[in-house]
């Protein structure tokens, strides 16, 4: 069974701080998507990794899968208020299901 | 193009009572699930669709949760009787290729069950 996990669980931030997340799975997998979600809202892509060694990046986040380490990152560049969300990161099993991790709640204070 | 619609937005039931959900997929999306997001969590697959065959509800409880998806486009999830542990948000998302083209999600049904 695929196990999804994220670090930290909760994420306080003061303004114009870089800070990562981190997202590791427990079985094979070469696409792994970020999602945001606001309070109250449904999931908003953010990214999608296709392949060991990806980097993508918008704005003041990049992030990145190395798939023989099982490990995905999400950096926060000068973060700022707008960014406090949760952040979610899915890996793709078995070729068509999303399996989500646990989550990271984001808050960002001046 | 149209995203995922869902109804209702939210609904408040007594334990023991039987609610259902609707969902309206993106034209032409062949796949199509079923995610229980419990408040604090991350969301959780229930069941997947093909077209109008399931895939995949090794997560679903079928004691008491049912779906379906006649003619391969609207589908419905029903609980019946509901329990107060499955208050949650319930997500419908479809993909025309999943893994390849992403999957887009609804606004979500949230239960509350009293």
């Known amino acids: 069974e695929l196990k999804v996990e994220q670090n930290p669980l909760f994420l306080s931030m003061q303004e114009g701080k870089n800070y990562t997340i981190y997202c590791n799975y427990s079985?094979?997998?070469?696409?792994l998507y970020w999602y945001r979600q606001d309070p109250g809202k449904s999931l908003e892509s953010l990214f999608v990794?296709?392949?060991?060694?990806a980097v993508k990046q918008e704005g003041r986040l990049m992030a990145s899968l190395d798939t023989k380490a099982r490990l995905s990152t999400l950096h926060i560049t000068a973060a700022v208020h707008d960014l406090s969300a949760t952040y979610f990161c899915a890996v793709v099993h078995n070729t068509d299901k999303l399996i989500f991790g646990t989550g990271t709640r984001l808050q960002v204070f001046p | 193009e149209a995203g995922v619609a869902q109804s209702p937005r939210y609904k408040i039931i007594e334990k023991r009572q039987s609610v259902a959900f609707w969902c309206n997929p993106i034209s032409g999306h062949a796949t199509l699930y079923w995610y229980q997001q419990i408040l604090g969590q991350g969301p959780k697959l229930l069941i997947q669709f093909q077209n109008n065959g399931v895939v995949d509800d090794s997560q679903l409880p079928k004691d008491r949760f049912s779906a379906e998806r006649l003619k391969g486009v609207d589908s419905t999830l029903k609980i019946q009787p509901a329990k107060l542990e499955d208050s949650a948000v319930y997500l419908c998302a479809s993909s025309l290729y999943p893994g390849f083209y992403g999957y887009t999600f609804g606004s979500g049904t949230r239960l509350t069950v009293v």
């Open positions: 990794l296709l392949s060991n060694g």
């Open positions: 079985t094979t997998s070469d696409r």
